[in-house]
């Protein structure tokens, strides 16, 4: 069973401040995905990572996809309010493309 | 709207009766899944369905019994509903093999909220 493993599972910080989440397993996935939840709604699709060492950035947000394909983070510069939710990532193995959760991240950033 | 739908989004109901979820996407995918999200936000498979073919069955209990009328649609059907079936349940479709990787990217639906007293 694959398993990823997401730290820190809760951020509470204030509104400017950098973060990152990480995403870590001892198995090599095919392609890593980043989500965003919000309270009520389904995970969102942020960016899909495939390729070792790849970096990918949206805005303020940076995804990098470790050498080995085991592991990822989430960088946040300068955290505003709107970037308040739950942070998902998630592997997909070569079986039918299948995703592995992370346990979520829980972002609040206070104005 | 292109969309995944769920319904009902919330559902209240008592220990030991059976309920059913029902989700439609109008995005063309081929493959359909349902997830379960605890009280702790994780996220684990139950189901994938592709072209109507069960593809992924985690363990889950014999009590839950998806159904897949079309590509468009999987319902979740639960039998004999326990305390522990409470839950959010996510619906979310994708296309199979058209992305890195077999990377499939999903779109989920809003969820279903599951009450079991």
């Known amino acids: 069973t694959q398993l990823l493993e997401q730290s820190p599972q809760f951020l509470s910080i204030q509104e400017g401040e950098n973060l990152t989440v990480y995403c870590n397993s001892s198995s090599v996935f095919s392609s890593l995905q980043w989500y965003r939840q919000e309270p009520g709604e389904g995970p969102v699709l942020l960016v899909t990572v495939v390729t070792g060492g790849e970096v990918k950035k949206l805005k303020r947000l940076t995804f990098q996809f470790g050498d080995a394909r085991k592991d990822s983070s989430l960088h946040i510069t300068a955290a505003q309010p709107g970037d308040t939710g739950l942070y998902l990532c998630a592997g997909a193995s070569t079986s039918y493309g299948k995703l592995t959760f992370g346990q979520g991240t829980i972002l609040t950033v206070h104005p | 709207d292109t969309a995944v739908s769920q319904t009902p989004k919330y559902l209240v109901t008592q220990m030991g009766n059976d309920k059913s979820i029902k989700c439609e996407q109008n995005?063309?995918?081929?493959?359909m899944y349902w997830y379960k999200q605890d009280s702790k936000k994780f996220l684990k498979i139950m189901f994938s369905?592709?072209?109507?073919?069960?593809?992924i069955n985690e363990t889950v209990p014999n009590r839950f019994s998806p159904k897949s009328p079309d590509k468009a649609h999987l319902n979740l059907h639960i039998n004999s509903l326990e305390l522990g079936d409470s839950a959010v349940y996510f619906c979310?479709?994708?296309?199979?093999?058209?992305?890195?990787?077999?990377?499939?990217?999903?779109?989920f639906g809003a969820g279903s909220r599951l009450t079991v007293l």
């Open positions: 369905y592709n072209n109507k073919e069960l593809i």
């Open positions: 979310a479709s994708s296309l199979m093999g058209t992305t890195h990787s077999g990377a499939n990217v999903l779109t």
């Open positions: 995005l063309g995918h081929d493959t």
